[in-house]
Nanobody, 115 residues
Framework: QVQLRESGGGLVQAGGSLRLSCAISGSIFGIDRMGWYRQAPGKQRELVAS???????NYADFVKGRFTISRDNAKNTMYLQMNSLKPADTGVYLC?????????WGEGTLVTVSE
């Protein structure tokens, strides 16, 4: 019912910036939290940042001060502004939306940060 498509990933040098976008389509009625996760090969998926419908946000410690999550309800789009990127930020970034009893994921967009 809900489809998510991430974009904006790519190859950047350490210290660079990217802005990821998550386009949301389908039925989004009742969604109360949206967020970004990332997963590197051999590692567990981890929460990067999330935002609730009420406006509260949450960030992983390793991105605080560098990443900013935002959403544009009129465009049905969520963003992740990523600054001061580090090689450790490399991974597949996944968009997630949640509503009661349901959890939806995109296929991910690859972010690669070189030395």
């Amino acid at each position: 019912q809900v489809q998510l498509r991430e974009s904006g990933g790519g190859l950047v040098q350490a210290g660079g910036s990217l802005r990821l976008s998550c386009a949301i389509s389908g039925s989004i009625f009742g969604i109360d939290r949206m967020g970004w996760y990332r997963q590197a090969p051999g590692k567990q998926r981890e929460l990067v940042a999330s935002v609730t419908t009420g406006g509260g946000s949450n960030y992983a410690d390793f991105v605080k001060g560098r990443f900013t999550i935002s959403r544009d309800n009129a465009k049905n789009t969520m963003y992740l502004q990523m600054n001061s990127l580090k090689p450790a930020d490399t991974g597949v970034y996944l968009c997630n939306v949640r509503r009661i009893g349901e959890d939806f994921w995109g296929e991910g967009t690859l972010v690669t940060v070189s030395e």
